[in-house]
C-alpha cells in the first residue's frame, strides 16, 4: 500500500507544471570557464507530447524544489536530465523528478548543463559537462544551511546521458580546493549517493571501493550495452562491497522517467528509490 500511494504521488507529480520552485541560479555567475564565442541564446522547443526540450545552453544553471521547511528531510538530489549530450528534457527527466522529491520531503535541483554533441559545439563529456555537474555539487554543499540541508547527504540522479554524468561525478571527484577564493570551489564536489537511470555507462568505469552507494534501474528492452551493462556495473559495485541495488523492469524500454503514461511496474521506481534511499539513512531529518 505504501509503495502504490508513492506511485499515485509520483504520477501527480508529473501533472504538475513547475510549481512552488525557485528561479534558475547560474552555476558561475561571471561567465563559466571556457564558454563559446557568438553562440546562439538557450533554445527550447515543444514535443507533441508537450514536453519542453532545452538545447543551446551557454549559461549552466541549477533550479531548486526546496520542501516546505516542517517536511525536510535534510537530504538534497542534483537530477541530470538526459538527451544524448545534445539536448536536455526538461521534464520527464527533471521537473517531475524534482516535484515529486520535494514533495517528500527532499531538497531537489535540476540541472542545466552545456552540451558536448550539439552541432557546433566545442564542449566535451568528461571535461566541460562533468565540470558543471561537480560545480553544481559544489554550490548545493556551500549553500547547505541556506537550503536546509545536511551536506553530508547530498546525492545525484541522472537519466541516459545524464545518468553517464552522474557516474562521472561519482568516481572523478576531488575534495575541494581550499586555496581559492572562491567558497564555492572550496567545497567537495564528491556526492554521497548515486541513483542511475538507464545510464549510458563509460567503456571503462573508474570504480574503487570508496565510491557512493548506487541505487540503479533500467529497462529490460533498453539497449544492450544498457540492459546488460548495467548488471555487470552492479556485479562491478558490489565486488567492492559498494551498497548498491538493481532493478531491472521487463517490457519496458529506454527513457521511462516520470511520466503519467508509463504502465504498470516501472511506476514504482520512484518508490523504490524512496524506500532504497530510507534504508540507507538518507531520509533522517537529525541534522
Not at 39 to 50: H, M, N, W
Not at 135 to 145: E, G, H, P, Y
Not at 254 to 269: K, L, Q, T, Y
Request: aromatic residues 8%.
Amino acid at each position: 500500500m505504501f509503495q502504490r500511494l508513492l506511485c499515485i504521488s509520483a504520477l501527480a507529480a508529473a501533472g504538475i507544471a513547475a510549481q512552488a520552485q525557485s528561479s534558475p541560479i547560474v552555476l558561475w555567475p561571471n561567465g563559466a570557464p571556457a564558454m563559446q564565442p557568438n553562440s546562439p541564446p538557450d533554445a527550447t522547443r515543444i514535443t507533441p507530447d508537450g514536453e519542453r526540450v532545452v538545447t543551446h545552453i551557454q549559461q549552466p544553471s541549477i533550479t531548486p524544489y526546496l520542501p516546505a521547511p516542517n517536511s525536510s528531510t535534510g537530504a538534497a538530489v542534483l537530477i541530470i536530465p538526459g538527451g544524448g549530450h545534445s539536448e536536455i528534457w526538461a521534464e520527464h527527466e527533471g521537473t517531475n523528478i524534482a516535484a515529486f522529491l520535494r514533495d517528500h520531503g527532499i531538497a531537489a535541483f535540476v540541472l542545466r548543463y552545456r552540451l558536448a554533441r550539439e552541432k557546433g559545439s566545442t564542449y566535451t563529456v568528461e571535461e566541460t559537462e562533468l565540470g558543471d555537474t561537480q560545480r553544481a555539487i559544489r554550490l548545493i554543499r556551500a549553500r547547505s544551511r541556506e537550503w536546509q540541508v545536511d551536506p553530508n547527504r547530498i546525492g545525484v540522479i541522472g537519466f541516459s546521458a545524464g545518468g553517464e554524468l552522474a557516474e562521472l561525478a561519482s568516481s572523478r571527484y576531488d575534495n575541494g580546493n581550499l586555496s581559492s577564493t572562491d567558497p564555492i570551489d572550496q567545497a567537495s564536489s564528491r556526492p554521497n549517493f548515486q541513483a542511475l537511470l538507464y545510464p549510458a555507462l563509460p567503456k571503462e568505469p573508474r570504480l574503487t571501493a570508496d565510491i557512493p552507494p548506487a541505487f540503479l534501474a533500467c529497462g529490460a528492452l533498453d539497449r544492450p550495452d544498457i540492459s546488460q551493462g548495467l548488471p555487470r556495473f552492479y556485479l562491478a559495485l558490489t565486488a567492492l562491497h559498494v551498497p548498491a541495488e538493481l532493478h531491472i523492469f521487463g517490457g519496458i524500454g529506454h527513457g521511462f522517467g516520470i511520466r503519467s503514461a508509463n504502465p504498470p511496474g516501472v511506476r514504482e521506481w520512484p518508490a523504490l528509490f524512496l524506500a532504497w534511499m530510507s534504508r540507507q539513512g538518507l531520509l533522517s531529518n537529525n541534522r
